[in-house]
């Protein structure tokens, strides 16, 4: 769903939580039609970056979906899945989205099953790689991710053409096919290989708008549905930016406030603090710091900043990771910039910024001019002046597929309860968001976690844990206008 300005520009979407794990080519798997054929995973990479050893427990396999469903006897290609097997009885299969869009479900799965570990005993816990992501026909546009990232300036068109360019080169072939609402399509699938009368489901940033999406589509195949820290699609680019802009605002004021209280490295009042930071910036804009035979630019710095503020218990990384910064060692800002990019130690990347990329271009017939970003980053900074990207550009205007906005139409009329869940204090998908989107779902219900941070189940809050689990694993949902304390 996490970007800084410069992201925002280039991507304009809802915030996620990414794997750093490097991508690892699950086992080929044997496909009978309407099941999956499952085997051992033994390729697949801890948090550490080293090899995880093979664990029963764990298995991956493929399915086959349509490369364009306006074809659907013709070419395919293949989706690359997990499985985390029920412990106990099992209900069915609980599939999730963690986010993105672009973001790996097979390593995430693998590094985060231990905090879906209450509901796995009854669900045989089920992520993939979306179409157009890693191993499912990862979007690949020639090593250019670095270009990427640092589209600000007077070049910044020049280098927008190069990627766009590039990226039809490497993956003209399923640029076209990508999107959410081919995946909503391709989550049905799932459903039918999983053998599952209804989909059971957990999407969260980015997920949920994929949820929502497959829910307008398939409203009858709604099962048990868990939307946390929610993205309205229907927002514009501009109001995407805005919204997260004082998201991100509030969240560092949050940041700040509690450093001040601790005994603060970067400052003695909150105002203190924002200017350090912003200081930093300014240097890094006329001389990036070296690290090693790499350097910590602006734009990677604005990633650094940004990355901690999504969950609270992150907050002193950024702290020390600054404070380290100002004395000359930008190493752990680095490093900081590198989990979000999905940069890997050999330093090449993860599908994560790429994919990201042509997904959210094909999800938006939106295409800002030069002018309109100019215009955006001029609010923008006004807000939240770390996120200023003077000269951004706007990647989607030389994007090689035309996007279309039926991805932000929402409506699950007819559909099983949706639980939506909604942070006080989320910086990526503002409270609002949950908000709007529990109106337009039409069945959806609202639960409010009053604390800070991205993604309310995995805050630590014995009440959300309490909530979402209560309705995946009984069907019972909380009284309306249900809240949930801070953890």
Known sequence: MKKTLTALLLCATAATACSTAEPAAPKEAVRDTGTVAWSPCTDLTGADGKP?????????????????????????????LIRVKATGDKLGSLVFNFGGPGGSGVDTLALARQAFAGLGASYDLVSFDPRGVDRSSGVKCGGQVDKLLEMTGDGSDRLAKEFAAACEQDSGKVLPHVGTVNAAQDLDRLRTALGDEKLNYFGLSYGTHL?????????????????????????????????????????????????????????????????????????????P?????????????????????????????????????????????????????????????STMMTSLQAINCVDSAERPTKAETAAINEKVSKIFPVLAADGASAACAYWPVKGTDEAKRIDATGSAPIMVIGGKGDPATPYRWAVSLTEKLKTGHLVTYEGEGHGAYLSGSACVTRTVDSYLLKGTLPESGASCPAA
Do not use: H
């Open 289 to 349: 710091l070296k690290v090693g035979d790499r350097e910590l630019t602006y734009g990677l710095a604005q990633l650094s900043v940004i990355t901690p503020l999504y969950a609270k218990a992150t907050w002193p990384i950024l702290e020390q990771a600054t404070a380290a910064a100002l004395k000359g060692d930008g190493a752990m800002l680095l490093a900081l910039a590198d989990s979000y990019t999905g940069r890997k130690p050999d330093g090449t990347y």
């Open 52 to 80: 995880m050893a093979p664990d029963p427990a764990i298995e991956c396999g493929k399915v086959a979906v349509p490369l364009d469903y306006a074809k659907p006897g013709g070419e395919t290609i293949d989706l690359a």
């Open 211 to 287: 949820g929502a999406v497959y829910a307008t589509k398939f409203p009858a195949n709604v099962g048990r549905f868990v939307l946390d820290s929610a993205f309205d699609p229907s927002v514009t680019f501009e109001e995407r930016a805005v919204i997260q802009a004082t998201g991100f605002a509030d969240a560092f004021d949050a940041f700040a406030t509690d450093c001040v209280a601790q005994g603060c490295d970067l400052g003695k009042t909150p105002a203190t603090v924002l200017r350090t930071v912003e200081g930093l910036l300014d240097d890094l804009e006329t001389k």
